[in-house]
Structure formats: structure tokens, C-alpha cells
């Protein structure tokens, strides 16, 4: 199968409350293809390089110390029309207005503590699956 392709991150607070296996069930069953993953953590330089558009923010140091404050499951996934494909299964950046049934009104805490990342566009989901992986580790 080929399509577009997002990259996903579940966070450190899904991966700490046992969610992994939840999500990537959500994942699979809503027609994702995984084309690359792995279990790592980040380093605050590394977080606060991914999270580089955000660092004029108010949350940017907060959510850079939370998204290194333990391990993550990155993935690319795959599927014709996949950002905004993604954007919908996971729902809401706020799981407060998250529709029932996605994965953030499933599985999220708060807006910080939001259980999954997704990129933003096509040309971002090429710039943050390069910052995780290289050509062999894709499938
Ligand atoms: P994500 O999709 O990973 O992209 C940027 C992240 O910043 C977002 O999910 C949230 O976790 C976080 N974020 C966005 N807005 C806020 C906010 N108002 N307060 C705290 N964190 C935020």
C-alpha cells in the first residue's frame, strides 16, 4: 500500500500508564500502515529541537521538560490522506474537546499530558521522520 505519511509520538505519560498497546490497536484497526517505530527517550535537547516552532510559547519549556521525562514510542505511519486522517483519530490538542472515541477522550490527561502527537502537515511529517529515522529503518 502506498499514501502519505504522519509521525506520531505516544507520550510519555500514555507509555507510563501501560497505553501502548491501546494505541497502536487504535492505529491498526482505523487502517494506519507502521512504516517505522521505535521505543527511545528523548533528551531535552533533542525534545526541545522537535518542539522548535513552539519556543516562543508559554508551555515550550514545560512541555519540552515532560516530553523528556521518560520513554516515548515514535512511529511513521502510513495511509492515503494520513495527517488529517491521523488529526481525526486522535482528536482534539485539548482532550476536554476531543470527540468520543479517539484516542486523546480515550487515553489523554490534559492538553500537556495528551496522551499522542501528530504532525501538523505533509511537509512537517517529512521533517519530524527524519529527526527519528533513517531510510534502512523505514518499511
Ligand atoms: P502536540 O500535538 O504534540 O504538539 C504540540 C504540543 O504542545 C501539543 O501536542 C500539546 O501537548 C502542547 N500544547 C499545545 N498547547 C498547549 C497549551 N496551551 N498548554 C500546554 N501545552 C500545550
Known amino acids: 500500500m502506498t499514501g502519505t505519511i504522519t509521525l506520531t509520538m505516544i507520550k510519555p505519560d500514555a ?11 487504535m ?4 487502517g494506519f500502515r507502521i512504516k517505522a517505530m ?5 533528551s531535552k535537547e533533542q525534545a526541545g529541537q522537535f518542539y522548535a516552532v513552539h519556543q516562543d510559547k508559554g508551555f515550550y519549556n514545560d512541555l519540552v521538560e515532560f516530553m523528556s521525562s521518560g520513554p516515548i514510542v515514535a512511529a511513521i505511519l502510513e495511509k ?4 488529517a486522517d491521523f488529526r481525526k483519530l486522535i482528536g482534539a490538542t485539548n482532550p476536554a ?20 502527537h501528530g504532525s501538523d502537515s505533509d511537509e512537517n511529517a517529512v521533517i519530524e521522520s527524519d529527526f527519528f529515522f533513517s531510510k534502512v529503518e523505514r518499511f
Open 15 to 25: 507509555v507510563s500508564k501501560n497505553h501502548i498497546g491501546g494505541i497502536l490497536k
Open 27 to 30: 492505529i491498526n484497526d482505523a
Open 38 to 42: 521505535k521505543y527511545t527517550q528523548l
Open 80 to 83: 492515503e490522506n494520513a495527517i
Open 97 to 116: 474537546n476531543a470527540e468520543p472515541g479517539t484516542v486523546r477522550a480515550s487515553y489523554a490527561e490534559s492538553v500537556q499530558r495528551n496522551a499522542v
